[in-house]
């Protein structure tokens, strides 16, 4: 399968714990992205790549959350000290810059965290 | 403002109907781009859909058809002959320029179940 992984596909933690979800996008696709969902709600975006370019964070990006791709490859997203508003889906998206409107994002299944 | 408004909480629809989903939006941005995904209880968004705002005629794919009002600042989503499969959430998006580049924005989404 050439999707989108993500891994894991489910994470528990106790309040206070770090950690830290892959991104594995498409191999052609040049850009990556980050999104929070919440219950009942649609993706927010977090932050995406470009190679390895971080080209925007959102302030939903608190400064416990970082993101990193160091190679231009695999993405990945690190939550420090987490709080029990933490508690969401992380989806991972990856996308062929085609520079406008049209760029289609093609998204992985996501890794739901539950903090404790 | 809700830039994506998708009023339909849930929806229920009898197997082979077909069912609209609607989705209103807001830009005063004269080049933008709708999507619409599907998200199964398994998490992962599924691509279904786009429409480009200069797209003269409204976009097709296999049982997805989107009725684009362009006045109306409508996107509504048509499922043909609905299976037992198509129970999930649905989500329109645009993609619109902002500050920096461009920026897709995600509706709350409508669940859609399908009776056999």
């Known amino acids: 399968d050439t999707g989108v992984s993500q891994n894991p596909r489910h994470k528990i933690t106790k309040r206070g714990q770090n950690v830290t979800f892959r991104c594995d996008p498409i191999s052609e696709h040049n850009r990556l992205y980050w999104y929070r969902q919440t219950l009942g709600q649609g993706p927010e975006f977090l932050t995406y790549f470009q190679n390895e370019a971080q080209l925007e964070k959102s302030r939903l990006l608190s400064d416990r959350f970082s993101a990193e791709r160091p190679k231009g490859s695999f993405s990945t997203l690190e939550i420090q000290r987490t709080e029990q508003g933490d508690s969401a889906m992380y989806l991972c998206?990856?996308?062929?810059?085609?520079?406008?409107?049209?760029?289609?994002?093609?998204f992985g299944p996501g890794t739901r965290l539950l903090v404790l | 403002a809700q830039k994506i408004t998708q009023t339909q909480p849930g929806m229920f629809v009898q197997e082979k109907e077909a069912v609209t989903l609607d989705c209103t939006y807001d830009?005063?941005?004269?080049?933008?781009?709708l999507f619409w995904y599907k998200q199964p209880s398994s998490g992962e968004m599924i691509f279904l859909i786009y429409q480009g705002s200069y797209d003269q005629q409204n976009a097709t794919e296999g049982r997805y058809s989107l009725n684009f009002q362009k006045a109306r600042k409508s996107a509504n989503l048509v499922i043909s002959a609905s299976q037992l499969g198509d129970s999930a959430m649905y989500f329109c998006a645009m993609r619109e320029r902002n500050t920096g580049g461009f920026k897709t924005i995600f509706g709350a989404g409508t669940r859609l179940f399908v009776k056999a």
């Open positions: 998206a990856s996308s062929l810059n085609s520079g406008g409107v049209s760029e289609t994002q093609y």
């Open positions: 830009t005063s941005d004269p080049s933008y781009g």
